[in-house]
């Protein structure tokens, strides 16, 4: 039986789950399954199956347990008996393992996708120095305990940070499981910490050479352009006609803060009382324009994009609406032309998604997945990118 909510709390080393192709073959070729659901289905029973935590078997793949045994006794005190390394099956970019040992003490290491990647993306020296920079800033983040960069020793860069316990609300089954007060808390605290984050001093906590401070929008829409050439083996012409109509009405930028890059509900951990333990996932950090968070969420909780099912959606989380309105309570930032960020969004989730699906085909990512799952994440890109044009046209309607 499928995991609750319960079991996918942050001890998530007691879960057990069906393997991915057995979620996939019992729903696709369930008989009570309408044609419309089957038709989304699929990608949602290997989006539930990856984000469930699911254990790795006899070895593990990007883990050299010798070498990172005399890493770990070097940097972390009192370690007791063996190290267990676990994979978390739950991103679609950089690969993240529990490692524990005796006494069950937890910390959690991350580090790149096995096999090649873009240059620019997968930066382990970066994640951890945001992290780092954050500590004691108001905004909640795991401990990070070190950085290694001798790829001696992992065959690639990798860090290292405290566990957080906790609950990782994935999908609107973990979402419902929570009391409507918890989840209005959690909703809350969703946009209380991101506005936290936005009003951190770039500065004063040392990230202010983290990038350039201006042209936020103008260098995301160079980059995940190029990323996207980089990464995509087909063609998709929308990307490009989406990206030259974007350029040419990008917003002033207001102000310049720290962009998360991939702020959303699973990438937070919560806890018990409804309240942000931990922020997760800083691959995509920078500085820039801020608002394109508050976009991300929005473009996140709706449910055709296939890249969320819907946790947003159960009653007690805000509305999109209530997303604008809570995060305009907190910042002094004007929201009149969020729907252009929000086009964005889709946007930009098409070129992320679109190297996700290739790193997968290529069988790069360290886990076994079903074929017809992986091209569900290309047929998402197109939805997407349509997305990303009819917001687009809205947004110059308004304008």
Excluded at 40 to 55: D, Q
Aim: glycine residues 8%.
């Amino acid at each position: 039986m499928e995991p609750k909510g319960q079991l996918l709390q942050a001890d998530f080393l007691n879960a057990q789950v069906l393997p991915f192709r057995n979620h996939y073959q019992l729903l696709l070729e369930s008989s009570s399954s309408t044609q419309q659901e089957k038709k989304f289905l699929p990608f949602r029973v290997e989006r539930s199956a990856f984000l469930h935590y699911r254990l790795s078997m006899n070895t593990t793949p990007g883990i050299r347990e010798n070498e990172l045994r005399k890493w770990i006794d070097s940097h972390v005190d009192g370690v007791e008996g063996n190290l267990e390394y676990q994979q978390i099956v739950g991103g679609h970019s950089n690969l993240t393992y529990t490692v524990s040992d005796d006494s069950g003490r937890k910390w959690v290491l991350r580090r790149p996708p096995l096999g090649h990647v873009l240059a620019t993306a997968h930066d382990m020296t970066r994640e951890y120095r945001v992290i780092k920079a954050l500590e004691g800033s108001g905004v909640p983040v795991p401990r990070v305990i070190g950085l290694c960069e001798d790829v001696e020793v992992n065959d690639a860069p990798f860090y290292v940070m405290d566990f957080v316990d906790g609950i990782v609300v994935r999908d609107a089954e973990i979402a419902a499981a929570q009391p409507l007060e918890i989840r209005e808390r959690m909703g809350k605290s969703l946009l209380a910490t991101l506005a936290s984050l936005h009003s951190v001093d770039v500065d004063a906590v040392g990230l202010g050479d983290l990038a350039r401070r201006d042209g936020y929008i103008e260098r995301q829409l160079k980059r995940w352009k190029a990323q996207f050439e980089l990464s995509t083996n087909r063609e998709i012409s929308g990307v490009f006609e989406v990206h030259d109509n974007l350029l040419k009405n990008v917003p002033e930028q207001q102000g310049v803060g720290i962009v998360h890059g991939d702020y959303r509900l699973d990438n937070t951990i919560m806890t018990e009382t409804g309240e942000v333990a931990a922020v997760l996932d800083w691959e995509l950090c920078t500085l820039g324009d801020v608002l394109s968070d508050v976009a991300a969420i929005i473009a996140y909780s709706n449910n055709l994009t296939g890249m969320e099912t819907q946790a947003m959606s159960i009653e007690g989380f805000p509305t999109p609406s209530e997303v604008r309105s809570l995060y305009g309570d907190l910042s002094e930032r004007d929201l009149s032309k969020l729907d252009f960020y929000i086009s964005f969004a889709y946007w930009r989730l098409a070129c992320i998604l679109e190297g996700v699906y290739t790193r997968y085909a290529a069988g790069v990512m360290g886990s076994e997945t079903d074929n017809a799952a992986i091209n569900i994440f290309g047929e998402r890109v197109l939805l997407l990118v349509d997305l990303a044009d009819s917001t687009f046209k809205d947004f110059l309607q308004r304008k």
